[in-house]
């Protein structure tokens, strides 16, 4: 081996072996910790179930996305994500906005009509109960409030956040 290899291959070992070291510390450091998913729900899965099928009855996953499913063709839909949304907003606010003829009267869009929020107001009264008090049960770790807040701010509004 000529010794420009030999300078090359401790040089790439030096590199390697620092970068494991250092992943090594922050392990021991506990460090850059994963913090796990950020989102759940209060209610118990049996509890939640029959608005969870409610929700994929009204097609809301058509353009929302919630509990990591991937949405259809309408996925480019910037709508907000429902994981979390009721750290944001309460069970009464969710009820009045699905029971509204004009969503948009309550939260402003700035999507083109055929993207924007439907109004629900033709479900069932239990129904729209049922899905607010779901809604409202879908917290967030506040670690990640803080992001969502500013991501969902910026998306509804096109203006950069500062709280
Ligand atoms: C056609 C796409 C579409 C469908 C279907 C849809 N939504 Fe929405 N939704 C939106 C959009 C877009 C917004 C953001 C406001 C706007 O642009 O009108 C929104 C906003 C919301 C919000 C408020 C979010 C916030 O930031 O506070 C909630 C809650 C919500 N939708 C729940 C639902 C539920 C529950 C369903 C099913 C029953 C549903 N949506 C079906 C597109 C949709």
Redesign the pocket.
Not at 77 to 80: F, L, S
């Given at each position: 081996m000529r010794r420009g290899e030999k300078g090359i291959l401790i040089l790439i070992a030096v590199v390697v072996g620092g970068m494991m070291l250092r992943n090594l510390w922050s392990v021991l450091d506990g460090g850059e910790k994963d913090k796990g998913i950020p989102f759940y729900s209060s209610l118990s899965e049996a509890e939640g179930r029959k608005a969870l099928r409610?929700?994929h009855d009204?097609?809301?996953k058509?353009?929302?996305s919630l509990w990591g499913a991937t949405a259809s063709m309408?996925q480019n839909?910037?709508?907000?994500r429902?994981d979390g949304?009721g750290s944001?907003?309460d069970e009464a606010?969710?009820y009045q906005?699905?029971s509204s003829s004009d969503?948009?009267s309550i939260?402003?869009?700035?999507?083109k009509k055929?993207?924007?929020?439907?109004s629900?107001a033709s479900?069932p009264e239990a129904d729209r109960k049922e899905?607010a008090a779901y809604?409202a049960s879908l917290k967030v770790k506040n670690w990640y409030l803080a992001e969502t807040r500013k991501s969902?701010y910026e998306k509804?509004t096109g203006k950069a956040y500062s709280p």
């Open positions: 409610l929700i009204s097609r809301c058509d353009c929302h309408m839909v910037p709508a907000p429902l949304i944001i907003r606010w969710f906005y699905l969503p948009q939260l402003p869009s700035r999507l055929e993207f924007r929020m439907p629900f479900l899905l809604l969902e509804l």
